[in-house]
């Protein structure tokens, strides 16, 4: 079955960097195209980026420049480089499969405070 395993969250100040990872499995992971989203606390989820089967990516106005989506196919991986962080990127970050998404992993916490 489709699994998907978000790691690299954590605590960091504003400022800093975080690498979030997305291990894939259950599905051929180089066709498919993969998301990453995040939701904070009293708000709906929402889109972060994305990226096609191919590299192409795209990404919400609030994290252009900062965030970069990327993936690795000989790892079924797909990883978020997140820099310059704000507060306000605090939120739970979930990877999806497909586009529209068609499963969610369980998500990893981000928390931007001083």
């Known amino acids: 079955q489709v699994q998907l395993v978000e790691s690299g969250g954590g605590l960091v100040q504003p400022g800093g960097s975080l690498r979030l990872s997305c291990a894939a499995s259950?599905?051929?992971?180089?066709?498919?195209?993969m998301g990453w989203y995040r939701q904070a606390p009293g708000k709906q989820r929402e889109l972060v980026a994305t990226i096609s089967s191919g590299g192409s990516t795209n990404y919400a106005d609030s994290v252009k420049g900062r965030f970069t989506a990327s993936r690795e196919n000989a790892k079924n991986t797909v990883y978020l480089q997140m820099n310059s962080l704000k507060p306000e990127d605090t939120a739970v970050y979930y990877c999806?499969?497909?586009?529209?998404?068609?499963?969610w992993g369980q998500g990893t916490q981000v928390t931007v405070s001083p």
């Open positions: 999806s499969l497909g586009l529209p998404p068609r499963y």
């Open positions: 259950g599905f051929i992971f180089r066709i498919n195209p």
